[in-house]
């Protein structure tokens, strides 16, 4: 992926509608992979010509898209927190890059194209062909099948086939049992933005849905949330992408851990948002305040001099791209130069200019002689 970077040498944005798409023509429908593969069996399944199930195929290419998307999401998250606790400046280095491949308006509009709230219910597995059917189907010990009930044992007594007693009373017509119909699919279990249920909870624990698609949400917003962290220009971003609308909907699924990590986007947005998205969103920051840990010196919601932090995010930006490049020069120095060797004869030049950038800066305030190698 190649980033185009702005005037200001930063990643231009991408615009998005007030819903969080990009045009209504242009939107993806929400494709439900389950459909047609929950009755496969019950029945006789269509093949192709070559012996293959159409449904099977289709299943195994929702499902390696899914483990694909979970191994990527979960090296991203293991190599930020390695790089972090190894450097702070490798750590910026790989947000950054993460930054100019246009990982935020990526993820969010993967977030827009689908409802989070229905895809997590979506088991996109069958039971007849997951790893421990196939262990038991050639294993060499199988274990002994169950019993059949539709069939009678020889030893049973020939009273079994009588017919049954005759009734010495007429049933009247309010007692008769109503046909069998099938149960009711169960509701999906929403909750509001303070986390209260808005449906009627189900009285026994969930078993289908969807762990790889919870693991992939959760870890994706987990990075967003590591590349957007106390960086004004990166939330601004957010902003700009309304992210806002979009994130409303990962609040509506009853995971803490989903919650948290959504509101934490939220909470890094609220300082930059007007008067009116304040009042609008009430719930949202009540749910802020309830469920996010409090810092020592938590100024999100209260105040500031939001003008100056808008003003001078992106200088601060650029100074921290030149802090971890110089940061580069001067631990890879030979991986650096190599780059500048194969170019004009004027590249030591400028590798010597990039290396006393800060002592230029230093000479500009003041310090020169003081850097220099003054004794005190």
Known sequence: ??????????????????????????????????????????????????????EVEELNAIRTRE??????????????????????????????????VNYLPLILKLFAHQDVDRSV??????????????????????????????LSSPSSSEDEAAPPPIKKHRRSP????????????????????LGYP?????SSPLTTYSPRFFFTTITLLRILQKITKRKAHRALLLVQYKSSTILRRALKVPQPELRLY?????????????RKWR?????????IYLHCKPELRDEWLCGGDVDGVVEEAVPLEQAGRALVHWWHLRNYREVM???????????????EDEMGFFERELEKMGWGSLGAGGDG
């Open 262 to 274: 959504t509101l934490k986007l939220f909470k890094s947005q609220v300082p930059y948002c007007g």
């Open 67 to 100: 483990i694909t998307f979970k191994a990527i999401s979960g090296i991203l998250i293991m190599f930020l927190k390695w790089f972090k606790l190894s450097h702070i400046l490798k750590f910026d280095y790989l947000t950054q890059l993460l930054l100019d």
């Open 279 to 287: 009042q609008t969103n009430m719930r949202v920051i009540t749910a």
């Open 121 to 150: 219910e979506q088991k996109n597995d069958r039971e007849d062909l997951n790893f421990f059917s196939f262990c038991r189907l050639h294993s060499y010990h199988q274990p002994p099948s169950p019993p059949q009930p539709g």
């Open 337 to 351: 130069e190599g780059r500048v060797k194969g170019q004009e004869e004027g590249g030591e030049r400028s590798n």
């Open 198 to 202: 808005t449906t009627s909870l189900p």
């Open 1 to 54: 992926m190649v980033a185009q970077n702005g005037p200001n040498g930063l990643p231009n944005g991408l615009s998005f509608g007030e819903d969080g798409g990009e045009a209504p023509n242009k939107r993806k429908q929400n494709s439900n992979p389950a459909t047609g593969v929950n009755g496969m069996e019950h029945g006789q399944l269509a093949e192709n010509g070559d012996g293959t199930d159409p």
């Open 174 to 193: 309010s007692s008769h049992s109503p046909p069998p119909y099938p149960p009711p699919p169960p509701v999906r279990p929403e909750v509001d933005e």
